[in-house]
């Protein structure tokens, strides 16, 4: 089955920096990869997704990179705000297929 | 985006007890419904997938015996948990899914304590 790597587990920025994510996936047929924020107690918000036909998808200050030949994707936020602060999770999941989760990153971002 | 509703959103009991939970998608049909269990401080783990009218599928070491799961209709999905026990305390999340391709919309969660 598939196998989802996310790295790093926490990451602590100053607001305005950028914070990178990255996640390594194991099954080569998997072909979309969303990315959510869960805060503490909530539901997982999927905040942007891609699928393997584009390497790169952009929405205001949130971006995902996917390098479909070594199995890694990336999620990159600039400009990061106090209200950034959240746990991420990638994903990956091949057609119709059911979602494997990453062990999240928790995201501090400092005022 | 759709709306997928929970409930309940917490609840308490004693070992030993079932308790069910519901998971309803409110302004689509949904062919698939996925449960996950996250404990503290984790990832969400997938339980089983459910299709509407059919047998769920249970992942790995989700013993099906004690997490019923029933799918009776297009917009409503249960998990009942039976016998539980302290270990069981939990967030319990499902989503739903309107096509294969679809995007999964997720529950607000249901926060379980068995004391």
């Known amino acids: 089955g598939e196998n989802v790597e996310q790295h790093p587990s926490t990451l602590s920025v100053q607001e305005g920096d950028s914070a990178v994510i990255k996640c390594t996936y194991s099954d080569s047929a998997s072909n979309y990869f969303p990315w959510y924020k869960q805060e503490l107690g909530k539901r997982p918000q999927l905040i942007i997704d891609?699928?393997?036909?584009?390497g790169e998808k952009k929405d205001q200050r949130i971006a995902v990179t996917l390098n479909k030949t070594a199995k890694h994707f990336s999620l990159h936020i600039t400009e990061t705000q106090p209200e950034d602060s959240a746990v991420y999770f990638c994903?990956?999941?091949?057609?119709?297929?059911?979602?494997?989760f990453g062990g999240g990153t928790r995201v501090l971002v400092k005022p | 985006g759709a709306v997928v509703s929970q409930h309940p959103s917490w609840v308490i009991c004693k070992s030993g007890t079932s308790v069910k939970i519901e998971c309803r998608s409110l302004?689509?049909?949904?062919?698939?419904m996925f449960w996950y269990r996250q404990f503290p401080k984790q990832s969400l783990m997938l339980m089983a997938t459910s299709n509407e009218g059919s047998k769920a599928t249970y992942e790995q070491g989700v013993e099906k015996d004690k997490f019923l799961i029933n799918h009776a209709s297009l917009t409503l999905s249960t998990l009942t948990v039976t016998s539980a026990h302290p270990e069981d305390s939990s967030f319990y999340i499902c989503?739903?899914?309107?096509?294969?391709?679809?995007?999964?919309?997720f529950g607000p969660g249901t926060r379980l304590t068995v004391l």
């Open positions: 994903a990956a999941a091949a057609a119709g297929n059911k979602l494997t």
């Open positions: 891609i699928r393997s036909n584009v």
């Open positions: 302004d689509f049909q949904a062919t698939t």
């Open positions: 989503s739903a899914r309107e096509q294969g391709w679809g995007e999964q919309f």
